[in-house]
T-cell receptor, first 114, second 115 residues
């Protein structure tokens, strides 16, 4: 049982390049989330998904797109990277049942945009 | 709408001393409240959570937190700090099921433990 895994762990991009971050969970969770973490700002929600084929915007969605084609995977895409997107990205997942709604986090992806 | 405020971005405590991390929240629905810990270069790990049962919640590693509705607070404490408690701590509030159980995080408090 690997929990929540993220690939890659670290990436350097040039401004304007694109990339996709992959999140996978093996806990059969319905809900999945993408956050970014910046110093002093805690974690801020980018996009989330309440089920396969469904996504919604979070607090800071601009410049990002997501897809959830399979229940266990949640992809975060950057179409044209900007230096402001330099951050640490975390994926999380949880059950739908509010009584079990603890979010489980992946180890993070460090992204540097030059 | 919901928000979380953590007072103090950095806290320094001596080993063996009380750890107190402050968290105040606002929420338009009955809140679920969480404390997460992040060790260097790692993801977030759940310490404890309040889900409308007992107001005093015990978590892992000797931490506990008390939900006080009248004060809209959920402060985290540990009676005796250990060197291994050096980490960053995040308080978070959850919205309703209809809102996808989204978490809103505070800015975090980094704890330094002095020998």
């Amino acid at each position: 049982n690997a929990g929540v895994t993220q690939t890659p762990k670290f990436r350097v991009l040039k401004t304007g390049q694109s990339m996709t971050l992959l999140c996978a969970q093996d806990m059969n969770h319905e809900y999945m989330y993408w956050y970014r973490q910046d110093p002093g700002m805690g974690l801020r929600l980018i996009h989330y998904s309440v089920g396969e084929g469904t996504t919604a915007k979070g607090e800071v969605p601009d410049g990002y797109n997501v897809s959830r084609l399979k229940k266990q995977n949640f992809l975060l895409g950057l179409e044209s990277a900007a230096p402001s997107q330099t951050s640490v990205y975390f994926c999380a997942s949880s059950f739908r049942d509010r009584a079990q709604e603890t979010q489980y986090f992946g180890p993070g992806t460090r992204l540097l945009v030059l | 709408a919901q928000s979380v405020t953590q007072l103090g971005s950095h806290v320094s405590v001596s080993e063996g001393a009380l750890v107190l991390l402050r968290c105040n929240y606002s929420s338009s629905v009955p809140p679920y409240l969480f404390w997460y810990v992040q060790y260097p270069n790692q993801g977030l790990q759940l310490l404890l959570k309040y889900t409308s049962a007992a107001t005093l919640v015990k978590g892992i590693n000797g931490f506990e937190a008390e939900f006080k509705k009248s004060e809209t607070s959920f402060h985290l404490t540990k009676p005796s700090a250990h060197m291994s408690d050096a980490a960053e701590y995040f308080c978070a509030v959850s919205g309703s099921l209809a809102a996808g159980n989204k978490l809103t995080f505070g800015g975090g408090t980094r704890v330094l433990v002095k020998p």
